[in-house]
């Protein structure tokens, strides 16, 4: 759109030259104007996207450290709900996994959540069972602290996924430049002279727009979100546990 359009401005400004000591004036200003409403929506959106993008990975780390961290507090828990809640941990690992390579609100983001929510209720329950085994003893209630943790932490997560950069902010992003390039194109015909810079300026925002895009989209198109923190957590999760279990009184 943005290119079509500088073209077509370069076109018209071709086409009215011969006008050009009424036009040049009066489009000069336009576009000037517009021009630099335009930069300052365009800086608004790619921060916006910016920033979405940076939640999502801080997101991904903390989830990580927060299914490390009650991975290590289940091998603390008495058999048998121990070998249980570490089983399922390591299934809920690899769901967790399948939602950040799953385009959100798609079937297959869908189906990963409802196993993901399937398991915490079975995490939970074992968790319940273990503090009513042992009311007293200080390793269930820190695995359920650790347990409650990770499982707002999965929520954040899965929610900030889903948080996109409003649609009007992008529309009127590429509605803005399309106008705005384009009066250039068609002033710099006019007065003759800067069409290759105006093909050049918007390649640039053509790209810039496709960049802000492209961050706004975590699970698709060259810029993705990274889950190596949770791709390694779970290969550590794979090996032997660390802690032994704890020998019954």
Known sequence: MVLGATGLGVFLGHRVRHLSESLKEPFGILQGALLGVVG???????????????????????????????????????EPMRSRSLDLLVRYTRSAIRISDQVPGSDGAKSARVEEGQLERQLWTLAGQSLATAP??????????????????????????????????LVLEVLGSALALGLLGAYLAIIGRGVLAVTMAAALV???????????????GMIRVPDNALTNQLASMTQPPAAAPPRPR
């Open 206 to 220: 053509a790209f810039l727009l496709l960049v802000t895009a492209d961050l706004d989209r975590p699970t698709r």
């Open 136 to 169: 007293t003893a200080s390793a269930p209630r820190l695995y359920v602290d650790a347990l409650n943790g990770m499982i707002d932490g999965e929520t954040v997560r899965v929610a900030a996924l889903s948080n996109r950069v409003p649609t009007a902010v």
């Open 40 to 78: 300052l929506i365009l800086a608004f959106g790619l921060s916006l996207a910016v920033s979405r993008y940076q939640d999502r990975r801080a997101d991904i780390v903390s989830e990580a450290n927060a299914i490390g961290t009650t991975y290590l507090r289940a091998e603390t828990l008495a």
